[in-house]
Structure formats: C-alpha cells, structure tokens
C-alpha cells in the first residue's frame, strides 16, 4: 500500500481557494487517488478520485502531476462548513482503506 | 431516505457484556464494511464483506464477530466488551471494483462507551 503524506492541519478564510496536498512517493501503477471529508460526529464522506491529470467535480478539483506521486485536492472558495478533516488514500481495488491523520481545515470567517 | 443506518447511534455498556450494532444500505452495493475510530481519531478497517462473504479481515480480537444475513445488511456483534472496544464504530458500503471500492458511503456511527 503506497503511503500517503499529509499536512496535519491547515487555515484558511471564507472566500479563498485552499489547496491541500498530498504526497505519495510509492503510488503503484494501478493505485487511485481518493480524498475523504469527515465532519465531527459524522462518518467520511467521499468528494473526489483520480487516477491521472486533473479531475473536477461539484465540490472540488484533485490534480494529479504526471509522475503521480503527489496530488493536491482544491477546494474553490471555501465556507465555515468546508471546517472539517480531508484525507487522501492511494490503493487499489484489492486493497483495504487505510485512512492516515488527514489534514484539519479550519475556516474562519 | 438515509443510504447507510446504523443501530444504535449510542450504546454505553459495562465491561463484559455482549452488544450489538446493526447495518443496513439501500445503495445496492454488494460490499459492506465496519469501521472503527478510535479516540485519537484514527479510522482503521476491521471487516470487509462482499455479498454475504468475508473479504478483508483485519487483526481484530475474535471477540468482534461480523455477520451478513444479505447483501444489504452487516452486523457486528461484540462479546465480553472491553474499556478499550470505546470508539466509534462506522460501517460502509461500495461497489466491488478498482476504484469504485474506494467510493465508499459511510454510516452515521455508533459512539461504544464501554464502563
């Protein structure tokens, strides 16, 4: 399982455009890139996944450089709800989920 | 309308008694899991089922027992509860496949208080 490198925690106010980045030297040819959202008292609840370049969706874009060993999800113009923990997992199918520390957003207003 | 419940949101139990907490989905997926996170807010897998079968079974005491009637439902029963079985437990459903295995749906939790 490749592992994945996170910041622990992370600032930011409404309004601006955060970008967290996650490291992952040991990423396997066949491994996806999957970000999680987890409230307190909620379970995780999935926002994105990539396997190469850049992929966007409704609530955020995950960009993946070419040599894959890293990847940074960004969140466009975030709120006091975007206040949560984001963690990034690389695997595949047949891997089990490991979930790291994630990184701690904390928007303030 | 809820995809993945979860039964009971709370349970406080004195040590060396058995419990239980149920899973249901309603997404259709054929994969179900259970989940546990710890007070430091670490989330580790403990079992994973496809179709009524036994994927993924992490090292967990063998006192936790997963049950799957269906592929709709995963139970998880736990015998002689121990202080450190307090966590909350969080059980998922996905797709079997590549990727979307890691598109998982997450229940709301079971908050364990053992005592």
């Known amino acids: 399982l490749a592992k994945t490198t996170q910041p622990i925690s992370m600032d930011s106010y409404e309004g601006q455009e955060v970008n967290i980045t996650c490291s992952h030297n040991n990423i396997a040819t066949n491994d996806y890139i999957t970000w999680y959202q987890q409230f307190p008292s909620q379970g995780p609840r999935f926002i994105i996944q990539?396997?190469?370049t850049k992929v966007t969706n409704e609530v955020a874009s995950l960009f993946i450089p070419a040599d894959r060993k890293s990847s940074t999800l960004s969140l466009p113009r975030v709120s006091l709800s975007d206040t949560a923990v984001y963690y990034c997992?690389?695997?595949?199918?047949?891997?089990?989920?490991?979930f790291g520390a994630g990184t701690r957003l904390t928007v303030k207003p | 309308d809820t995809a993945v419940s979860q039964t009971p949101k709370y349970l406080v139990t004195q040590m060396g008694n058995d419990k239980s907490i149920k899973c249901e989905q309603n997404?259709?997926?054929?994969?179900m899991y259970w989940y546990k996170q710890d007070s430091k807010k670490f989330l580790k897998i403990m079992f994973s089922?496809?179709?009524?079968?036994?994927?993924i079974n992490e090292t967990v005491p063998n006192r936790f027992s997963p049950k799957s009637p269906d592929k709709a439902h995963l139970n998880l029963h736990i015998n002689s509860l121990e202080l450190g079985d307090s966590a909350v437990y969080f059980c998922?459903?996905?797709?079997?496949?590549?990727?979307?295995?890691?598109?998982?749906?997450f229940g709301p939790g079971t908050r364990l208080t053992v005592t």
């Open positions: 998922a459903s996905s797709y079997l496949g590549t990727s979307a295995f890691y598109e998982q749906y």
């Open positions: 997992l690389v695997g595949t199918g047949n891997n089990d989920m490991r």
């Open positions: 990539g396997y190469k």
């Open positions: 089922y496809n179709n009524k079968e036994l994927i």
């Open positions: 997404l259709g997926h054929d994969t």
